[in-house]
């Protein structure tokens, strides 16, 4: 990124001089990590582009936005239904919370056992790197897990912009209800902050734009399905990370170009890794821009990741709202979709350990790595259900628990190649 | 044709040369440069065909563009060359610590590993036979249990505090010496109920050296455990069997 964008990076109170640095090490991780990769599809380049641009231009066209009164809305979680927003006229960007840094800074109010997605978020603000939660009118919490909802205490304080969701833990008839008055406020809030009304029309048209974005991913992930896989699990990874930032409308259009590109290499036999390479599924923790670590360990050690079983994956696209006749019945449908994504926090939640067997048999997966973001508990403690789920199912299974750092990358490395060698020899034998 | 494994480790780099039915061990300090040690056993012996494993493998690879296997298939092939009905192996290495399970067949069924600190590894009763003033060559032949004391911390910088505290209130360093192996045998029974054990059962490593840690072990768990009289060698000598494949 320019120079060109410091004036606009300081008018958002950015620490300039770590900001700076945060870019270069990103740049250069992008370079060894993504731009290194053999036979990737032309449609990426948008792709990088974006990445390229992320702190930049997109942020040019949020201000835009702001400055034509749209409402920025900050979230961290795929149950809040992007629709109402967008039926409001606003834009809804997922926060920066993918890396370690700020770590000293959110140290200083969150205790060292937490999440590195939680030290991520409240890191990225408190250093001053993050130029969405600075451009954001609004940033909408929830209540999935113990670290993530005191934390938004915390981060209200410092921001003064949250607004936390309850999201409840058993997916009963009252939770269920709970949830969709949960929805209705967030719809009443949103009416309140932006003085519009939500008509049928703007949601209908809002639920058009995201069911489409949602089906182009679906594409992607079904042309991932084949054996070569046309695209790496690294850029598929990363296009579901950029569904959270992009412009709803650019980036569906942007997507289902690179699809039918894939679709053409599929016809074609034409693959990022060979015919036969050991096809794993992952399934866990979310995995925020920049967190490639797993996938890219995966698939320099011969694998090649076919989908995530995940918030940053299938949980988010899998299902489409359904149509609705009434502003309440939209309502209503958006509860419905979000209580059949399958979080860790509910209990209990036997779906989840379908959805990892669908998806494997789908997408012809030979392993599952469970993914567990370290002090991340829900995930941690499922692991071991999962586990059983999957072995009893005839598939190998790794269990992953590991944060941002990369200390534990020579050891996971080990730990992944082993799997992948025992993949390869019952293959074999 | 001369056949070899080179297990580079993380303390030791271990070379098994295989040359006429005959299997020849050689043990070197990895030390800063291990690289060069690696390349002076490759040169030293001109083996036709080498295989890398260890921590130390991909060095190798970017090297020598060397095939590479990972330790836990090494070691699974090698104990199971010298112990053929084995289905369990603990390995106790400088730095890691892993169990695993082999299906009947002798292919990797399952593993477990130590997360990413040195707890419970070479390295720790390294740094604390320094600190009673042992040698680590008897060092599990110096334990007492004449007075009980528990180690309570497998953090290598906790522990040593420890042991501090309890030289301080004058318990006998051989006394201490049977609690750190203990807290070291406490750190690896864990692993061994998730993989779930299955007899029979290899001690490997350069830990499986150690005679306190034999016992011990095999009274926790209260099964018999094999041990090979050069341990540490299991994994190099796995890699020259499937360089041989």
Redesign the interface.
């Known amino acids: 990124m320019s120079e060109n964008y410091q004036e606009m990076w300081a008018s958002l109170g950015l620490n300039l001089e770590a900001h700076q640095g945060l870019l270069s090490v990103l740049s250069d991780a992008y370079q060894s990590i993504y731009l290194s990769q053999k036979n990737r599809p032309a449609g990426m380049g948008y792709f990088d582009f974006v990445v390229s641009e992320v702190h930049g231009l997109r942020i040019v066209e949020l201000l835009k936005d702001k400055a034509a009164g749209k409402l920025i809305v900050g979230t961290f979680c795929v149950y809040v239904p992007e629709e109402l927003i967008l039926a409001l006229d606003g834009v809804s960007i997922g926060l920066c919370a993918g890396a370690d840094v700020g770590t000293e800074e959110a140290e200083k109010f969150i205790p060292r056992n937490t999440c590195a997605l939680i030290k991520g978020f409240m890191g990225f603000k408190l250093a001053g790197l993050c130029p969405y939660v600075e451009s954001a009118d609004l940033i909408i919490g929830e209540t999935t897990c113990d670290g993530k909802k005191k934390a938004y205490e915390i981060f209200d304080e410092i921001t003064r912009k949250v607004y936390v969701m309850e999201l409840p833990n058993k997916k009963s008839d009252e939770g269920r209800a709970l949830w969709t008055n949960e929805i209705r406020k967030l719809a009443q809030k949103l009416i309140e902050v932006t003085g519009r009304e939500i008509t049928l029309d703007k949601l209908r048209e809002a639920a058009r734009v995201v069911n489409a974005k949602r089906r182009a991913l679906q594409r992607l992930s079904e042309a991932r399905a084949s054996d070569p896989a046309p695209i790496s699990g690294l850029d598929a990874l990363l296009i579901n990370q950029i569904s959270f930032y992009d412009d709803p409308l650019r980036f569906t259009s942007k997507l289902n170009e690179l699809c039918d590109e894939l679709d053409e290499r599929v016809k074609h036999g034409t693959g990022v890794s060979p015919k036969g390479a050991t096809r794993v599924l992952v399934s866990g923790s979310p995995m925020a821009l920049p967190n490639w670590k797993l996938h890219s360990i995966i698939e320099s050690s011969g694998g090649i990741v076919v989908g995530e079983e995940a918030c940053v994956g299938e949980r988010n696209f899998r299902d489409l709202l359904d149509a609705f006749s009434t502003v309440d019945e939209a309502l209503r449908k958006m509860a419905d979709r979000s209580m059949g994504i399958n979080c860790a926090c509910f209990t209990p939640n036997d779906e989840r350990l379908t959805d990892i067997h669908n998806m494997s048999s789908k997408l012809h997966a030979q392993g599952v790595i469970h993914y567990a973001l370290q002090f991340c508990t829900p995930y941690l403690v499922e692991a071991y259900r999962a586990k059983n789920s999957v072995e009893a199912a005839g598939l190998?299974f790794l269990r992953i628990?590991t944060d941002y750092s990369l200390?534990?990358a020579?050891?996971l490395k080990?730990?992944v190649?082993?799997f992948i060698?025992?993949i390869r020899?019952?293959k074999r034998? | 044709m001369i056949i070899a494994g080179i297990d580079v480790g993380s303390r030791y780099i271990k070379y098994a040369v295989l040359h006429k039915g005959v299997a020849r061990f050689l043990r070197e300090e990895t030390g800063y440069d291990p690289l060069a040690v690696c390349r002076r056993l490759i040169e030293d012996t001109a083996p036709d065909r080498v295989l890398a494993t260890g921590?130390g493998r991909h060095l190798l690879a970017a090297d020598k563009e060397m095939a590479t296997?990972?330790?836990?298939?090494a070691v699974a092939r090698g104990a199971r060359a010298v112990f053929p009905s084995c289905r369990t192996i603990i390995d106790i290495g400088g730095q890691?610590t892993k169990v695993v399970l082999l299906k009947a067949?002798g292919?990797?069924?399952?593993?477990e590993?130590n997360?990413?600190c040195a707890a419970g590894t070479g390295k720790f009763l390294e740094i604390m036979a320094r600190a009673l003033g042992f040698s680590m060559n008897d060092f599990g032949l110096r334990c007492e249990t004449s007075q009980q004391v528990t180690i309570s911390s497998l953090c290598a910088v906790f522990a040593e505090s420890e042991v501090i505290t309890l030289i301080g209130k004058g318990v006998r360093r051989e006394v201490i010496a049977t609690a750190l192996h203990n807290s070291i045998v406490t750190r690896i029974l864990p692993l061994v109920k998730r993989v779930g054990l299955v007899e029979e059962i290899v001690f490997a490593g350069g830990c499986a050296r150690d005679a306190c840690l034999q016992k011990m072990l095999t009274e926790r768990l209260g099964k018999n455990v094999l041990v090979h009289d050069q341990p540490d060698m299991l994994s190099a000598y796995g890699a020259a069997l499937c360089a041989l494949d």
């Not at chain 2, 296997?69 to 298939?73: G, H, L, Q, S, V």
């Not at chain 2, 292919?107 to 593993?111: E, M, P, Q």
């Open positions: 190998p628990e200390e534990d020579g050891q080990t730990r190649e082993a060698e025992m020899d019952v034998s | 921590y296997i990972t330790e836990i298939k890691d067949d292919t990797v069924g399952n593993f590993m997360d990413r």
